[in-house]
């Protein structure tokens, strides 16, 4: 099967499966909100790609969560089997299964620093706590099975994690594994988040500046093994990709994609220290984390996990954001979409890419999509892609 990467329609908020060739699955962040009227069930789609296991269970080989706030990890407790399996529930009547977390990667840092800001809502804490009893199997040299496993994206603060070298990936260390074992299908950069700075200043700006884990992820499609660069990077903001661009700006080949999912759902924050609602027209770009994000391939996506993007002073999502992005893809003739624009009839619905060895491919809406078919467009099922990179 090739593989697809499917961004859901979850307002301001990110929810992104990836399905690999392989067969696994890695799901990034959750925004799964009540359904009401003009909210789309994004659960139901989830659970329609999924596949089972010999019980039943309804499962995800990775779940990936960027950072702790609420729109990225909303729904975790409602929808997902937290807990050892032998204590998996039976679904009551109407309800649906609960889905399995067979491996779980997280950073302690990023909730140390998201809890300095806020306090965390019921779903984080949910998380960060079943985190730690995996993390407790490993200390404890339990045998590690589905369900249980854990990888730790970054160094904890005080030397905390330094016991625990089996499950730890620095900045820089790539994941060759997908649910313990090696995947040729796949590979994931970690860029962040860094360790505790020693400089009280930029340790402070990054509390301030939406810390996440950051990572940079390598598709492979039959025998091309980086066909598709997905970068994502939660809700990171400016001095994150500042930061990001100094130490990288040498290897500036860590940076490069062909399919980015705007930072905090497209806003101006993570492109400028100014604000766009203050100083509109005359809000400056940071140039260093604007070369961060501008690292392109040929036909690259850039992708807003956002409502829809007006033409005022919101952020987020921020037109000029907007702006900013399609400007840098201007030169290598990619396309910005937004996911609250990816939309049949009845409102928005799933964003779907097909991983080809010319890159992502963005599957249409419909057969009577208002996106023209190209020639020679490729197609997974009976919808048509078209290409990014040529």
Known sequence: MAATITFFPVDCGDMTLIQLESGRTILIDINIRAVTDGVRDVAKDLRDRLDTDAKGYPYVDVMLLSHPDQDHCRGLVEHFHLGPLADYKKPQDGQAKKIVIREMWSSPMVFRRASKNHTLCEDAKAWNKEAKRRVQLVRDGKEIGDGCRILIMGEDEDGKT???????????????TVNGSTDSTVSALVLAPMPKSEDAEEEDKKVKNHSSVIT?????????????LFLTGGD??????????????????????????????????????DSWSKKGKDAEVSKDARKALGQTRSGAYIVASSKEISDDNSDPPCIRAKTEYESILKGVGGKFVNTADHKDKNGPVPMEFGVTANGPALRAVSKKSAIPASEGALSIGSQPLFHGRE
Do not use: M
């Open 162 to 176: 330094d016991d625990l070298t089996s499950i730890l990936v620095k900045p820089g260390e790539t994941i060759p």
């Open 216 to 228: 940079r992820f390598s598709i492979a499609h039959e025998e091309t093994k980086d066909a598709c």
């Open 236 to 273: 990171a903001e400016v001095a994150i990709w500042e930061r990001l661009w100094r130490d990288n700006k040498k290897a500036v080949g860590n940076l490069q994609y062909d399919l980015l999912q705007t930072p905090h759902h497209c806003s101006w924050h993570s492109l400028s220290w």
